[in-house]
């Protein structure tokens, strides 16, 4: 009988030691959104983060599961009472927390975190049209910049293919509002 528990104790160790490798690999990926406009932004994420309301300086800060494909986008010339009202640009059907796609203009951060291969993908999309600044990095890839509605850095039609970039699982992001 001894046997038997000595021989099983290192498969249970091996087993802690797996699943505290697979969970290290596979850990939320932060998201720190700020306002560096001279105007309020109401951000909004989907599916993780709703919405929010920046004033100029203000950094707000959601975690994004490993699996989760979404986007971040900034929403301008918002009125709200309590829960409901208005955007000018990136409106999601009048509600102060987002649960679908701002409507155009809106430039959008868009990310798939740890994707098939281990690793994050993430893009700015000015397709559905351009309404802020916006700058957007991974902490392990290059930094993304779109100032305008023509930017390099951005898809500017669907069949545009170049412009998602990968970097290491397990990493956090960065989007700027009027950097």
Request: glycine share 14%; charged share 10%; aromatic share 14%.
């Amino acid at each position: 009988v001894n046997n038997n528990r000595i021989s099983m104790v290192p498969s249970w160790i091996f087993f802690l030691l797996v699943v505290a490798s697979f969970a290290t690999r596979t850990s939320a990926a932060t998201f720190t959104v700020r306002n560096n406009c001279g105007f309020t932004v109401w951000p909004a994420a989907i599916p993780v983060g709703g919405g929010t309301q920046l004033n100029p300086g203000w950094t707000w800060t959601f975690d994004a599961p490993p699996g989760t494909s979404g986007r971040v986008w900034g929403r301008s010339g918002c009125s709200f009472n309590g829960w409901w009202g208005h955007c000018d640009s990136g409106d999601c059907g009048g509600a102060y927390s987002c649960s679908l796609s701002g409507q155009p203009p809106a430039t959008l951060a868009e990310f798939t975190i740890v994707g098939g291969d281990g690793h994050d993908y993430y893009d700015i999309s000015v397709v559905d049209g351009y309404n802020l600044p916006m700058d957007f990095s991974c902490s392990s890839g290059v930094g993304l910049q779109c100032r305008g509605s023509g930017c390099r850095d951005a898809y500017l039609y669907p069949t545009d293919d170049s412009k998602t970039h990968a970097c290491d699982g397990n990493s956090n992001y960065q989007v700027t509002f009027c950097p």
